[in-house]
């Protein structure tokens, strides 16, 4: 949720933080901070708002001298956003500074306790306790201070620390919050996520739950709970620079769409050899496969979306029951999970608290995990019994795209994996399967060519209050994501509904104007759509239909106006009709002059719970 960036080296810190800190803004943007250490102590600079305030007090970071220092970018959890909320947090004492990303549970019971000892507090965040705590154990160890707060608070933390009596160290620590730590010649960092350093080093190494790193300009050091030496392997960074970069787009989600078809690409063809799917190093055996009694879907958001488009694949093709589940309703509805059951979690991040809080909750039931993820060496990708890549590159705009479509192309390679050792299709069957795979992202890019249809329409419809999107089967799957899309950047009010449902309540909603989406690309169920659509049409609706090739004559009869999309195997169909939806919510958004990239109260990385 928040970016935590620190910097200990030979250069100046801050313009380093505020560049490093730029990068991080999709993880929060309420408010800044840094703090520098110089020959005459350690400075605290922090400011409710867009990091550009902070910058222009920073004076782009000139104002503030000094060769070390941690930056923080916010998200509130606790405490609204306001300057003293802000980090970084500072203890009574001046002793200790301190940049946290995740949620201490138990900050008020440890609150209290300082309190009855006299210790001063002067804000409403969670993350001051730390400071506080640290400074209140220390003894002139800073390692054994960290030690005794870690054993004392409960819940998530990505640290950064600096303690006035040792200007020659940074020090970091975490649980259940990423952060890394990069490697330079003179000069190391720590980051929330790679893009923050990535201009300074492509060398960097993973915290794990728990370690302790104590960096100086010349080395970085390791250590376990018990404080005692640990080694860690570094891991080196291949992506281009430009992928965490705009590249002459406006934003980053409109970068992000049109690189879909890339990222299908790059998803998909490595995993096919010799005309069958190869799935990376994937243990579960054609046995294991044989004896699943269920599979579980379990994810959030978007990810989420892409279980609701798995369970007709795998349910159509394998013949085995699928249940998709948001992961906070999952991990608390005491699902019944065996030996039997695939777990499946999905997660662009590999980070999001209550997918992670599923995963652990499946596993220690005995379930198998298989992971589908983005960020290569998440704590998801790390916890589970296998994984999937989605080779997407880093997505940046909060509201996710190209996720999306990297995930159901690795949904459909399991299900076709699946569906080849059980035997479950017949050759003909899978022969059409795999082509329409393949053919994929090249028929995603040929429905991103076509966006000024779709500009047109959002010019036309981007005042309205409320919008409707409903589908049946697939198409409902991605009526969910495509009302998702727009709610969350343009701010207009949306719900996605099964087209069939309408007339048992919904359908009250509609009046003169009502501006109704109906995605109606599955075929079997086309005729039943233009019911539904003629419904709301009766009763005042001007329709968008979005439809296949083949159907858009048919559609030109029902509808106000429409968009088409190529025909493929209708699982799949999702990965095109979402493509013109996701453009939608971008036009208008833009139209209505929104923050496309950062929109209001979200933040990326969904760490707390
Ligand atoms: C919506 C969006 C969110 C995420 C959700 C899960 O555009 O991005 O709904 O999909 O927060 O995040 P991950 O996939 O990182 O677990």
Known sequence: MCGIVGYIGEEQAAPILLNGLQKLEYRGYDSAGV??????????????????????????????????????????????????????????????????????????????????????????????????LLEYYYTGDVLEAIQKVIARVEGSYALGILCADCPEKLFAVRKDSPLIIGVGQGENFIASDVPAILSYTRDIYRLKDREIAVLTRESIAFYNQELDPIQKEPERIQWDIDAAEKGGYEHFMMKEIYEQPEALRKTISPRIREGKIVLDDITLTREQIQNIRKVCIVACGTAYHVGVVAKYAFERLLKIPLEVDVASEFRYREPILDENTLVIIISQSGETADTLAALR?????????????????????????????????????????????????????????????????????????????????????????????????????????DMYFIGRNVDYAASLEASLKLKEISY????????????????????????????????????????????????????????????????????????????ITDFMLPSLSILPLQLFAYYVASMKGCDIDKPRNLAKSVTVE
């Not at 220092?69 to 956003?81: E, L, N, S, V």
């Not at 198998?368 to 989605?390: F, H, K, M, P, Q």
């Open 492 to 567: 207009i009010h949306s719900e996605a509904y099964t087209a069939g449902e309408l007339k048992h309540g919904p359908i009250s909603l509609i009046e003169d104007g009502t501006l109704v989406i109906a995605i109606a690309t599955y075929e079997k169920l086309f005729d039943k759509m233009m019911s539904n659509v003629r419904e709301v049409k009766a009763r005042g609706a001007v329709v968008l239909g979005i439809t296949v090739q083949d159907k858009e004559e048919a559609l030109k009869q029902e509808t106000d106006f429409q968009f088409c999309v190529p025909k």
């Open 35 to 132: 703090a520098v250490y110089n020959s005459t102590g350690l400075h605290v600079v922090k400011s409710k708002g867009r990091l550009s305030v902070l910058e222009g007090i920073l004076e782009g970071g000139k104002s503030l001298p000094g060769t070390v220092g941690i930056g923080h970018t916010r998200w509130a959890t606790h405490g609204a956003p306001s300057d003293v909320n802000s980090h970084p947090q500072v203890s009574d004492g001046g002793k200790f500074v301190v940049v946290h990303n995740g949620i201490i549970e138990n900050y008020l019971e440890l609150k209290n306790r300082l309190m009855g000892r006299g210790v001063e507090f002067a804000s409403d965040t969670d993350t001051e306790v730390v400071a506080q």
């Open 361 to 465: 909750m499946a596993k220690a039931k005995g379930c198998r995990i298989l992971s589908i993820v983005n960020v290569v060496g998440s704590t998801i990708a790390n916890e589970s019994d296998d994984v999937l890549y989605t080779w997407a590159g880093p997505e940046i705009a909060v509201a996710s795209t190209k996720a999306y479509s990297t995930q159901l192309a690795v949904i459909y390679m399991i299900v076709l994996y699946m569906a080849d050792q059980l035997g479950s299709v017949s050759q003909e069957e899978m022969a059409q399967y795999m082509a329409d795979l393949q053919r994929l992202p090249d028929l995603a890019a040929e429905c991103l060519q076509d966006k000024e249809t779709i500009q047109y329409f959002a010019s036309q419809y981007f005042n309205a209050h």
